[in-house]
């Protein structure tokens, strides 16, 4: 993600709550205010539709981190 | 760690800032990186079909593994081809 | 430890590396043995063999806290508190300190002790940042330890481009020893965010440019002649067209820090002249936030704008240094800052006398930014020895040189009128019939600089419009 900012990309992370600490943490390290959304844990046992819904929830959060907020 | 002065007039914060975002989506081209890690794939696709569903231009990226960071040749790719990405899914 | 020290007691600071301490040894153990004596040791655990309960201050932590200068060191504690202490050997001293009577019966009554570890060069800087007590106020930034320091410079736009050295606090502290100054001492507000610049934060641009500590007070010297409000900084900075400061050193700190006034003097290699030069650009863009696409318009900019410093060669020349043309005295170190861009080489092997090289170089000044403008930019004329030597045979002082240059720079105004040439611009057709001179009064600066060989000299261009309304040339002392 820092990368893709380095080289002029606007980004956003999705990550499941489990990662929150761990995010901050890398953050902090590497000095960056990455723009992060998250969604509740765990996602591997969940289905499809389950998954789907969780994108629809989250696609709002997710296109606000990617336009400038008035 | 490594502890250095701020040469600077030390006016702006420390952490480094986020790019500027555009004001709109419209005619911006979104690349949605899929870093590897199981369900993600579903989760991305469903947002891409979303987002294109609005109109916006969507283009799916995938990682090999999730264990290393994208190789360097992907980035570029994606630096090259889109205006926005968003990344996911990690737990 | 420092919880070793005694409450009421003596100890004795040492090293192995001291002819003294050595000599000194059976009478530590004497005293270890019967004076109940702490020794610490800062170099060698093994060392005095004489103290069998030596204890290991290599870290140099209690020699720091109890202030050690000299070893051996030896000093009684009462009550908590240190009431009295004595260094190098003396068996006087020793006697009333210990209250033991017949120390060192072999020994000389004294002798000098030798500098104690901790004060060295390099040590004390990093028993000061061990201990907090730098009494550096910039704000610490921490590079994780996921991050490569250089690319961490980079992404945080504090580089010109290039690899810096990165600034820790040891660095800026060794620095600092570089000038007498006061660390907090403000030189002036740095255009354009108008951020003031500290010594400290000018040694801090100073360590990442490449700097060593003995060039500070040049750095410091030009900082102050750019934020000089005839200087005009922020045009400069802000400008379209291509200059930035060239700094001009003069003097006997030229040759104390090594500085190129011969051979490349304008080009790459010399530690100073290029360090001195880039650490003035980087205050600029870090203090004072001037940056490229930002409020630094440069159309093309010029390479002098990474690092554009040099020395006049002094010696041997007939001519006054630039310097002492503009009123300071003969032997003081100085600075001379002026805005301008790039080299237009001048190339006369074949003059025989000053009156044919000084055409040779009025001609190519005559072309300096467009061959139509009048009144033009300033000038700054870098005369090589080899053309210097011909202005010397001929007996041509520097005031001379100018007088002719002066003149041959007129120009016919029919020659700056509008269409002139083929050219558009230019004034208007009242003009034919004058003349105007290429250069205001005082346009021009000459300095002698280069190898011995090769007949090339160089002008550098100024901006924009010489004089008053644009960027004066400033000189400031050099200051310890």
Redesign the interface.
Known sequence: MADLEARGIPTVGVATTEFIEGAAAQAKSLGIDPALVFIPHPVQDRTDDELKKLADDHLEAIVAMLVKAD | MTVLLDPTSERSPTTRPRLPRPKRLDGLKIGILDIAKSRGDVFLHRLGERLTERGVAVTHYAKPTNTRVAPLPLRQQIAAEVDLVIEGLSD | MTEDLPRDGLVAVVKRDCPTCVMAAPVLGDLARDAGLTVYTQDDLSFPETVPERIDDTSLDVSHRLKIEIVPTLIRFAEGREVDRTYGWDRGEWQRLSGVAGLGRDLPEARPGCGAKNVEPGVIERLKVRFNETG?R??????????D?QE??F??G?SDGLPLV????ER?LRMLDGTARDPQEVLGL?PP?L??ATVE?IA??AV?AGCKPEYLPVVLAAVEAVLEESFAMHGVLATTMFVGPVVIVNGPIRRRIGMNAKGNALGQGNRANAAIGRALQ?VIR????GRPQEVDRATLGNPGKLTYCFAEDEEASSWEPLSVERGLAQGQSAVTVFAGYGLQGVVDQKSRDPESLSRSFAESLKTLSNVKHAPACDALLVVCPEHHRTFRLAGWSKARLYEELYRLCEIPGSDLVAGAKGIAGGGPASLAGKTVNKFRPGGIMIVRAGGDAGMFSGIIGGWSVGGPRGSLPVTKEVRP
Not at chain 3, 138 to 147: A, M, T, V
């Open positions: 550096l910039s704000r610490r930034i921490e590079i994780g330890e996921d991050e320091e961490a410079m992404a945080r504090w990165p600034p820790t606090e800026v740095v965010a951020a003031a934060k801090i641009n990442m980087l870090n203090i004072g936030e």
